[in-house]
């Protein structure tokens, strides 16, 4: 008999849409019986990240199962927060979900990657920080999306922790060009007095940091030293995946 072709991963055929049994959830690979919801490539894109990364920017080596050591750019410019927790890399089917999810408004993914927001908490194994606090979008931005990628991937974990969202805490207050038009020099230049914190809401309270990706982490920097102006006591970061480095292209805004 001649050999089948391989099957593709049809990912450009929807993400999302694939609810029969049978198919990968993600790309939509026929499954063989007994399979879970996802093809084994699939899967292996969306497990968590457990080993060979640095718990203070989320930089990765090659080896995944080295234990988590703190890179040489944090031991020298340690980042305005505690620690760093991500669920996996940007790559794969992880991407292709982030950007189904914010791009092309399919917000039934929005349950799934909740999950992984709530998996990667529960892997980093902190003490839960008091108050649950997502990365703002400017009014302008938020009126054009109609949603906050970032604060619905806070609703689970708070659900779970019974920690309060603050979604006042921070405010975007300046428009900014979209942090992925620039090199990742000027990127901290361009988000600088971008957001505002209420010392009101945040004073003494320790807090959870959550947006979707963190490429150079300047969006999550200038966040992380507004709330710590306004009195925050402890910030540690949460977001759902990190890119591979400064010239990977994160998502954007
Ligand atoms: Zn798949
Ligand atoms: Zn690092």
């Not at 992380?224 to 970061?237: M, P």
Request: charged share 20%; hydrophobic share 40%.
């Amino acid at each position: 008999m001649a050999p089948q072709p391989e099957p593709k991963r049809g990912r450009a055929q929807g993400i999302g849409v694939w609810l029969a049994s049978g198919r990968c959830r993600v790309c939509g690979l026929a499954l063989g019986p007994g399979s879970g919801p996802l093809c084994p490539a699939c899967a292996q894109d969306l497990a968590p990240r457990l080993g060979g990364f640095c718990p203070g920017c989320g930089a990765m080596c090659a080896d995944a199962t080295q234990p988590p050591t703190l890179c040489g750019d944090c031991r020298l410019n340690p980042r305005p927060w505690a620690g760093l927790m991500f669920h996996s890399a940007y790559s794969g089917a992880m991407r292709e979900l982030i950007l189904a999810y914010k791009f092309k408004a399919r917000l039934g993914l929005g349950g799934l990657l909740q999950k992984f927001a709530l998996a990667a908490l529960k892997k980093g194994g902190a003490k839960t920080p008091e108050a649950i606090v997502p990365v703002p979008l400017h009014r302008s931005r938020l009126a054009w999306r109609g949603y906050n990628q970032s604060l619905e991937l806070c609703r689970l974990m708070a659900r779970r922790t019974g920690r309060p969202i603050l979604n006042r805490a921070l405010e975007r207050i300046r428009s900014t060009p979209p942090q992925i038009s620039l090199p990742a020099n000027e990127r901290r230049r361009n988000i600088h007095g971008a957001f505002l914190a209420r010392p009101e809401i945040i004073q003494g309270r320790s807090v959870l940091l959550v947006d979707d990706v963190m490429t150079t982490g300047a969006t999550l920097e200038e966040c992380a030293r507004s709330l710590k102006k306004a009195g925050a006591a402890r910030i540690t970061v949460l977001v759902l995946a990190r890119t591979a480095g400064p010239d990977q292209d994160g998502p954007g805004a």
